[in-house]
């Protein structure tokens, strides 16, 4: 088990894009999933990409269960995906707050495309495909973000929906 030190906003690797990871079924890359895992268990993360943790490849993981930062929403299946690609669905916006293991503290609010097709591959190179929408969608598109080397701050559209946590409590609602 190995807890990795996440980077923060500023970091330079944050705002890189990453590499598709070339060869499935790796020590290299199983390692870095279980590392990835640790390290967003251990923060209470609903999601982490390999940026985050300074690893420029195309791998993200999320999950949503009974997690305390995320009490109102519906739960998300332990899912990881490699070289992702999204489209959406259509050009329906939803404005939701969003949060980060490297913006910590924070919370914004961030217009998503409210349903999205992803695809790419699990752990061991088979295919996935979903079409998903609300939370879950969002929580794709904020971690394939991370891919492309953007945070979710820089999708504010007004930065006075952005701020801490704790002063935002009665805006956010949770
Ligand atoms: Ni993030």
Redesign the pocket.
Same mark, same amino acid.
């Given at each position: 088990m190995t807890i990795r030190k996440l980077l923060r906003m500023g970091h330079p690797l944050l705002h890189e894009p990453s590499y598709p990871v070339q060869e499935f079924n790796t020590a290299v890359l199983d390692a870095l999933i279980e590392d990835m895992k640790d390290t967003m268990i251990e923060a209470e993360?609903a999601?982490?990409?390999a940026p985050?943790i300074g690893v420029l490849w195309q791998v993200v993981m999320f999950e949503i269960d009974d997690n305390p930062r995320y009490p109102n929403e519906e739960s998300i299946d332990f899912t990881v995906l490699i070289n992702p690609e999204i489209r959406p669905v259509s050009d329906k916006m939803s404005a939701g707050w %969003?949060?980060?293991?490297?913006?910590p503290g924070m919370r914004g609010l961030v217009p998503r495309f409210k349903s999205v097709r992803y695809c790419g591959f699990d752990q061991k190179g088979d295919k996935i495909e979903r079409e998903v929408d609300g939370f879950h969608a969002r929580v794709v598109q904020? %971690?394939c973000?991370?891919l492309l080397g953007i945070?979710?701050p820089q999708r504010i559209v007004d930065m006075k929906d952005f701020g801490f946590s704790d002063e935002l409590a009665d805006k956010v609602g949770c």
């Amino acid at each position: 088990m190995t807890i990795r030190k996440l980077l923060r906003m500023g970091h330079p690797l944050l705002h890189e894009p990453s590499y598709p990871v070339q060869e499935f079924n790796t020590a290299v890359l199983d390692a870095l999933i279980e590392d990835m895992k640790d390290t967003m268990i251990e923060a209470e993360g609903a999601g982490i990409a390999a940026p985050q943790i300074g690893v420029l490849w195309q791998v993200v993981m999320f999950e949503i269960d009974d997690n305390p930062r995320y009490p109102n929403e519906e739960s998300i299946d332990f899912t990881v995906l490699i070289n992702p690609e999204i489209r959406p669905v259509s050009d329906k916006m939803s404005a939701g707050w %969003e949060a980060c293991l490297s913006v910590p503290g924070m919370r914004g609010l961030v217009p998503r495309f409210k349903s999205v097709r992803y695809c790419g591959f699990d752990q061991k190179g088979d295919k996935i495909e979903r079409e998903v929408d609300g939370f879950h969608a969002r929580v794709v598109q904020h %971690e394939c973000d991370h891919l492309l080397g953007i945070l979710y701050p820089q999708r504010i559209v007004d930065m006075k929906d952005f701020g801490f946590s704790d002063e935002l409590a009665d805006k956010v609602g949770c």
